[in-house]
């Protein structure tokens, strides 16, 4: 922005140096990029932060230098001479949007147009703005001074003598005022008459209802329309104006009748026109004013200062917010003009503006230490994802998916994976959707490795899938564990290289649940539903909780993200996990000092039956002197019968009494005999 020394001298009296002055504006957040000497008068050059648009008038500037020299503010006075005609006579005015916030007018009779006087255009001029016509520089000039942008209209070439605020319909068209025929966009606000759009609101006036030499009745517009609006529009038609940037960052609607009036005033005393009594000002929601508390300890708090009470008040009087003191807090009023100032911690920055940043001390205050602690469940998040990167690399990735990823997978038509949580504004296509499930992430991963020739992966993630919530405004977060193997174990001294498969990735998940001594976990075969082998698939569980899932991932899926090598997975509820461990009793025996005995059981039963629950009652009729039971062969052969296996496990009895005897062992494993027979049909290889 260009400013005029002369013309902010209007409005306050600039007694010291012009670098001076340039200095305090940019401390005080208001940066001067440069000054120019032109003619006899000194320009300054604005560099604007977007929350200040209020200061691209220049008013709005003349209060800010009061607020830093203490100079009294002249902010001119309006006294108009109207004539005896009404306003509601000429025009009637309708706001079909809620695009526009309001919308006033004046008509002024007997118009002269001329060009305006000489230190009118020159102030422009200095200013960055080509004059045309006595008219059309008023408006400019009091969208330069407050702020507020206006557009006039010749009154009698409005037809039906209406103003329509509205949106535009499809296949309107409109020329503006540089000449282009523009298309119109249903969702485009425009002003329109009876019959047509006249201009597109807020951006630039139509070409049929311009300001000519033969004028002699001008509408004169001050409105106030949704800056998104205006900067969408600017952007499809390719034209950005002085008027648009003002309202894409914010104007004063308390401010508009005192523009409209200010114009009305200077053509006034131009003698360019006589002015209709009243105004036609249509204002459906008028905007409550806004009040903010500001607590006087917590400006000193955030900004690490002294300032008395009596300075923070001064300085929020200096820029002539109404302030009541009550107490330890103030209750500031905010003008209209500053639509920038909501909460307290923007009152703290005016406050810190005017205080100087630069005597803030940049030194932070010694902090005061204070214990921190981690509860249980962070200790034990912490314990998991250690004992997991023990075995497995991590990865972490984006909680954000593409939703097709839900088809790949094949998850069925309402699924409870499928109810998301969609991104309103998502950095691409990709990554519109919140992620129900790791497997996405995880294979995406896998798939650029392998497609890298990096074949031999063994990875986990843990991270968080989200779920949305009808009573909620954000979602529901769950944090999950899972991972993935694929390829082999490299080579060894110690041997030769292993496939990682279901069961490699098994024994992860067995050593990881064995380190956090959570007892009695099964993995009991069972159906997916989506993504998995229906063979390969079972459910993890911990009592009568399940804590996860493990499988080989489906051909099928696979083959649509072209990894050709088997992959397994596995998925783990947090939570569950937590809960599960929280409610396991660990039990910790010294070591026993009586020689353990071993003994190898091998046990023909149906193919259905499964190893785990074999074992289990094998240990169940195994007394307590049975302290470990492992699976060591599967055999089969048409010699043990049609539909049948042979299931070898090596048992290992102690006792921490005395040496155990082989006919108590004896005993013990007949009654294993016995159970297993019973239950399900076992009988002795």
Not at 117 to 145: F, H
Not at 176 to 188: I, K, N, S, V, Y
Not at 539 to 545: C, E, K, L, Q, Y
Not at 568 to 581: G, N, P, S, T
């Amino acid at each position: 922005m260009r400013l005029p020394l002369e013309w902010l001298e209007d409005y306050i009296e600039v007694d010291i140096p012009v670098e001076e002055l340039a200095h305090r504006l940019t401390m005080a957040g208001i940066a001067v990029e440069n000054i120019e000497k032109v003619d006899n008068d000194t320009i300054l050059e604005l560099d604007l932060t977007p929350n200040r648009g209020d200061c691209l008038g220049i008013i709005n500037i003349a209060r800010e230098v009061a607020a830093l020299t203490g100079k009294p503010l002249d902010i001119p006075r309006t006294k108009l001479d109207e004539i005896d005609e009404k306003v509601e006579d000429f025009v009637k005015i309708t706001v079909e949007s809620n695009l526009c916030k309001r919308y006033s007018a004046r008509v002024m009779k007997n118009v002269r147009v001329e060009p305006s006087p000489a230190w009118m255009q020159e102030r422009l001029t200095k200013a960055g703005i080509r004059p045309i016509n006595n008219i059309v520089d008023v408006t400019n000039y009091v969208m330069l001074e407050t702020n507020q942008p206006m557009h006039a209209f010749d009154y009698d070439l409005l037809e039906g003598k209406q103003i329509v605020v509205r949106e535009a319909r499809a296949g309107e068209e409109l020329v503006t005022l540089d000449g282009t025929r523009r298309e119109l966009q249903p969702g485009m606000l425009v002003i329109a008459d009876a019959v047509k759009p006249v201009a597109l609101a807020g951006v630039m006036g139509g070409e049929s209802s311009e300001i000519r030499e033969g004028t002699t009745t001008i509408l004169l517009e001050s409105a106030i329309f949704d800056g998104t609006s205006i900067r969408r529009t600017s952007r499809k038609v390719g034209l950005r104006t002085d008027s648009s940037m003002r309202f894409e960052k914010g104007v004063d609607v308390g401010g508009v009748i005192l523009a409209l009036d200010r114009a009305a005033h200077l053509l006034e005393i131009l003698g360019a026109g006589e002015v209709v009594q009243g105004v036609c000002d249509v204002y459906p929601h008028p905007q409550p004013g806004t009040t903010v508390r500001l607590r006087l300890d917590r400006v000193n708090h955030v900004l690490g200062t002294n300032i008395t009470p009596a300075e923070i008040e001064g300085y929020l009087r200096r820029l002539s917010f109404p302030v009541e003191v009550g107490g330890s807090e103030l209750l500031v009023y905010i003008p209209s003009y500053r639509p920038d100032l909501a909460i307290e911690e923007d009152l703290i920055e005016e406050v810190a503006r005017l205080h100087g940043y630069d005597n803030i001390s940049s030194e932070l205050k010694p902090a005061v230490p204070t214990h921190g602690y981690r509860t249980d469940y962070q200790i034990f998040k912490d314990r998991l994802l250690g004992y997991a990167a023990n075995m497995m690399r991590e990865v972490i990735t984006y909680s954000f998916i593409n939703p097709r990823w839900l088809d790949i997978l094949e998850v069925p038509e309402g699924h409870h994976l499928r109810s998301t949580v969609r991104l309103a504004n998502p950095f691409s296509e990709e990554q519109g959707t919140m992620r129900t499930t790791l497997l996405p992430s995880l294979l995406e991963t896998a798939a650029r490795n392998l497609a890298r020739r990096n074949e031999d992966l063994a990875i986990f993630e843990m991270g968080s899938v989200y779920w949305p919530q009808e009573s909620e405004l954000l979602p529901r977060e769950a944090p999950v564990m899972a991972g993935l193997v694929t390829g082999k174990v490299p080579d060894g001294w110690q041997g030769k290289s292993s496939e990682m498969d279901f069961f490699f990735l098994k024994g992860i998940i067995e050593e990881l649940l064995a380190r956090l001594h959570l007892e009695g976990v099964k993995f009991n075969p069972a159906k997916p539903e989506h993504s998995y082998h229906p063979g390969r698939y079972a459910a993890i569980t911990a009592g009568d909780r399940q804590i996860g899932t493990i499988g080989e991932i489906h051909p099928r899926v696979l083959e649509k993200l072209d990894i050709e090598n088997r992959v397994c997975a596995f998925e783990i509820d947090i939570h569950q996990l937590y809960e599960a461990v929280s409610f396991s009793h660990h039990r910790i025996q010294g070591i026993s000092k009586y020689p353990a005995v071993k003994r190898d059981l091998a046990l023909v039963v149906s193919e259905e039956v499964n190893a785990a629950d074999l074992a289990e009652i094998i240990k169940e009729a195994g007394t307590d002197l049975l302290i470990r039971v492992e699976l060591f062969d599967v055999y089969r052969s048409p010699q043990l019968g049609e539909g049948k296996k042979s299931l070898a496990f090596a048992l290992t009895f102690q006792s921490y009494q005395h040496t155990l005897q082989d006919e108590e062992i004896n005993r013990i494993i007949s009654g294993i005999l016995e159970k297993t027979a019973e239950v399900f049909g076992a009988r002795l290889r």
